[in-house]
């Protein structure tokens, strides 16, 4: 049995990092699960929270719209309770006693449910760090690019119409939703625009009688956030305009906020100023109130080789840095819960691979050890 | 679903030769005598078909090595300290006008027209050097001879004779020459230059989807080809599943399209990769110029050019991929951009697939076929086995199921003899030459 490639070495100049893909996607996952509410029937601390997500050998697709009816998941650690995704809508769950047949026709539909919403959020999640790494290349490939971006911005439309995205945009500004659903793609894709933006120089000699090319360079810089959930960038933004007045209120400034925290090809725009804000309301941020939830959506940002900031940019990082060691002080006030090991979402989308592990308490440490790494990888490229 | 079909065409291998790299593209000339490939290191190896047998039409051919050069180099683009690979991403021939062969080749960012010429001959008897080239003390020489040609060992040289730089911010991803043999055009991510062969100084822009604001951005060209007789059209396809036929007739920029071709989605399979997998990789003309192909990630799609809503035909080549669609997505097999082509009469496609799999759709008797480009299974004169994959289920006998294929032996280039039922298809590693086998 041949398996999978974790990585595939395509013909395109794909030169992955490690971790993978899948790793990041998964590390991602499990920092989403942690926020979640979780209604737990016995908080017996196994290692791992909810069930390998395994592919129904009768479902023809991966991802089912979810009013088609799929086989509902079982929840190991705990055979007789489901996992209620934070978002679902309100459902009250019962677990039955007996455990093993769950007969009950809503706790079906919502480990459907909830269960499509845990895949639909991973490939969000697997979706930007896709994105994030093919600009740690050296030539992105503009039409992988493009199709991952329009991937995350049709999860972010279905999340926002069934409701999800507004709760999340609505607890933490309330705001408008335009700028934050477009944010994350376009974001994106200014950042992979950035390594291909117009020459400066192009030599426009070439083109007498035709069409000349832009000789002004349209995208300046770029900078992006990874978000640890699925919360983006303008979420973020807003969040940490939020915080910097202490309270959870929508925010005026937020459409302004949002605006002028993407960086975005604005000829007109000037890039130090811009930076200079950015940073500043990261440091503002960061050391505000490490332990309320900002921090737990708190990014950090990545700019592209820009010239200047760059000290300001070590400084940046050293504070997010710190507090994200401290998982149980990021968790604070939210029912602890087993967490998914890294590799249970692999596991579930190739199951080909041998059975899954089962995790254990020491994945919480292993996982600390994955985030210093990937901020090694991100900061140190 | 294979049908159990005995191919009565492809059981011969020609030849497998080990490459030194990674093939990039595959191409046969237009007489089919030389077979182009193009690799990941910038180098183009020609084969060329033997012709000794040519008095008995249905013997077995030998392609042997012809010519090899480096034809493009890897650079720095400095303004964005980026490395442009060096990797060639299409070869096109010219139609052949004298007795020199003349090709295009592109990477990245350059096309290159290469002349191919043989030299057998050398010119001897100089009065005023030797013939290792030193020169003759002039007080020696007391007769005067007239230098005449003699023959020598075959040489084959390639001259690069034009090099077209300069035009395009983003990748090109196709080349196609026009039927005027004057002018072909180029394609990358978001634009589309007409050039004239001759003129390397300037191109002509004819299409243009880069929106003003980049973050609008949402559909790229995939591929783009001239009509095979009319020199006024020609198609470009997109990362949204479209087909674009522009009229350069209509007007200078041809960002409004003639015909747009595009297949309503179907409800019932949709899901967050359906736009992935419905972006066409390769789009290829009928020689016939009737009918166009075109390669999704799970199909092939044959259009009559008269008809814009639908394809006439619809092929699939591993619909057993559906529902690993999510892996495949993270591994970026998704992304793959596999090629098609027609053979010499219209009546078969080939594309490839992963295993080092490639189908064959034959139009007319509504058949198909599995083969397997592979060292075991090709031995000289060994018949092709058909193979076939198994979805889901129990496994029946000389099955393969779907989960031990091998994704990183990918078959992405194909190509077909214009005449002869030949074929060249490309593995990761070496490159197979079959032919059928008649007798």
Redesign the interface.
Known sequence: ??P???????????RPLAPS??QL?AWLQSQHTELSTFTHCNLAPSGRGAAPLI?H?A???????HHQRTEVTRVLGCHSCCRIDMFSKGTKRKFSDDGDEISDESLAGAQVSSSYSL??QS?LD?SLI?LQLCHML??P????S??I???V???QEEMTHDGTWQVVTETFCGGSQSPSE?LVA?EV??RS?E?????????VL??????E?EVVT??TLCSVSVSDTASDVCLSESARHCWERDEFVEVDRDDEACESSRL??GDDDDDDDNDDDEVDEEEESSRVDPKTMGQVFGTFEIKN?APGPDSALEELFSDVDASYYDLDTMLTGIQSAPKMGPYDL?DS????HGPPSIGSPSNCRSDLNELDHIMEIIVGS | HTHSYNPKIFNSCLSVSPTADIISTVEFNHSGELLATGDKGGRVVIFQQDTENKSQPQCRSEYNVYSTFQSHEPEFDYLKSLEIEEKINKIRWLPQKNAAQFLLSTNDKTIKLWKISERDKRPEGYNLKEEDGRCRDSTTITTLRVPVFRPMDLMVEASPRRVFANAHTYHINSISVNSDNETYLSADDLRINLWHLEITDRSFNIVDIKPANMEELTEVITAAEFHPHQCNTFVYSSSKGTIRMCDMRASALCDKHSKLFEEPEDPSNRSFFSEIISSISDVKFSHSGRYMMTRDYLSVKIWDLNMENRPVETYQVHEYLRSKLCSLYENDCIFDKFECCWNGNDSVVMTGSYNNFFRMLDRTQRRDVTLEASRESSKPRQVLKPRRVCAGGKRKKDEISVDSLDFNKKILHTAWHPQENIIAVATTNNLYIFQEKVN
């Not at chain 1, 999978?4 to 794909?14: E, G, I, T």
């Open positions: 049995m041949k999978w490639p974790a990585v595939c070495p395509s013909n395109c100049s794909v893909p899948a996607a592919q050998p479902s023809k697709h991966a991802y089912v719209a895949q639909r490939l697997m896709k050296v030539e490939n503009l039409c992988r493009v199709l971006a329009n991937t911005r049709q999860i477009r376009t894709l200014c625009r390594q291909d933006a117009e020459p400066k120089l192009f030599s070439s083109y007498e009688g035709c069409r090319e349209d995208e975005g090809p080789s692999l989308l190739a199951p080909s």
